[in-house]
């Protein structure tokens, strides 16, 4: 038998990730840039048996079955192929926050699952082929394997191997950022990711124009990144945020992830901000809000947004450390 226990950090996008170039190998359209969230965190053991008839797979403490375990004893034959091995696993995972609400939980969680599956099955994957791995069970989960800020580079091979992410800012690098998790709806979305950028790229007519746009917002979000220029940051990630939002909206039929709170939260942010507090939102898959500010504001915001009605919590993140494992 062999194991192995890791653990790996959620990771918010400030450019986002919208759309598929392949959807098997998961290779997205554009490049984007994300913040690790320290606390965020997914815990992962997995061992090969000699004695098991199939993949078990355990999230939270519920035995995945049918479609679900499926895509995971997908994901465990890329492991299988590369060890050349034929062993099933007893994959047993733990979130610290809800799972599939938008708030980045199968980034953390094929992070964890690529370093444990990869670490027990004896493959020694440095990090750019973990990358590469964790990519192929959710594109976010790319940029999870490290700490800080990362970039997952498009690439444009067709089998994927130039698809990976690279940290460009460690943790330590910037100590005073902070992104606040507003959680107003902790359960799962209605349509997950994956459809929802299927239905984007056959139906909207704006996303060409959101594509046209991504090589511009990520330059200048690396750019006020290296000089630790927030509000540049800020304003570049809440518009791209916005931008991801409107090819959504414009799908037949639409996708609105948003819920009157999300709403809500976001005049909140901007009525704050017109107070002269650093404070710029983010918006993934779901109707959860994330804001971007700095140390000496987020207890402040948290207490003004935790007032905002609908909201259940926020939690403070700093940025967090890369997959290790444990
Ligand atoms: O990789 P997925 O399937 O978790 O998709 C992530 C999509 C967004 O969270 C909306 C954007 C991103 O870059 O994380």
């Keep these: 038998m062999k194991s192995a226990k890791a653990i790996a950090c959620s990771n918010i996008a400030l450019i986002k990730y919208w ?28 061992r090969w048996e000699t004695d098991l008839p199939e993949d078990s797979v355990s999230l939270n403490g519920n035995l995945l079955t049918g479609s679900e375990l499926a895509k995971m004893s997908g994901f465990l034959d890329l492991v299988r192929r590369q060890a050349d091995m034929s062993l099933k696993a007893q994959v047993v995972s733990e979130n610290n926050f809800p799972t599939a609400a938008g708030l980045a939980s199968s980034a953390s969680g094929f992070a964890a699952l690529s370093l444990a599956a990869s670490h027990a099955a004896g493959l020694n994957l440095d990090s750019r082929e973990l990358s590469i791995l964790a990519r192929q069970g959710s594109g976010s989960a790319s940029r999870s394997i490290f700490g800080g800020f990362a970039e997952w580079r498009k690439g444009d091979r067709p089998d994927g191997l130039d698809s990976y992410a690279e940290q460009l ?37 704006m996303y060409p124009a959101w594509l046209s746009t991504l090589e511009a917002d ?15 940051l800020g304003t570049v990630a809440e518009a791209n945020a916005l931008k991801m939002h409107a090819t959504m909206i414009t799908t037949l039929p639409t996708i ?34 994330k804001v971007l500010t700095d140390a000496a504001h987020a207890s402040r915001l948290a ?9 259940e919590s926020v939690l403070i993140c700093s940025a967090g450390p890369g997959a290790t494992l444990c």
Aim: glycine share 6%; proline share 10%; charged share 20%.
């Design 218 to 232: 990520l330059t200048a979000a690396k750019k006020a990144l290296f000089a630790h220029d927030l509000e540049t």
């Design 169 to 205: 800012m460690p943790p330590e690098a910037w100590p005073e950022i902070r992104m606040l998790v507003v959680v107003l709806e902790p359960r799962p979305k209605p349509i997950s990711s994956r459809a929802g950028m299927t239905q984007t790229l056959e139906t909207s007519p």
């Design 19 to 46: 759309g598929k170039r392949d959807p098997i190998l998961n290779l997205p359209q554009n490049s984007s840039l994300s913040l690790t969230l320290d606390g965020m965190t997914t815990t992962t053991t997995v």
């Design 256 to 289: 609105l992830y948003w819920q009157p709170t999300t709403v809500a939260l976001m005049h909140r942010v901007w009525e704050l901000r017109r107070d002269g507090l650093p404070a710029w939102f983010t918006i993934d898959a779901g109707p959860n809000v």
């Design 303 to 311: 207490e003004a947004l935790g007032n905002v009605e609908g909201v």
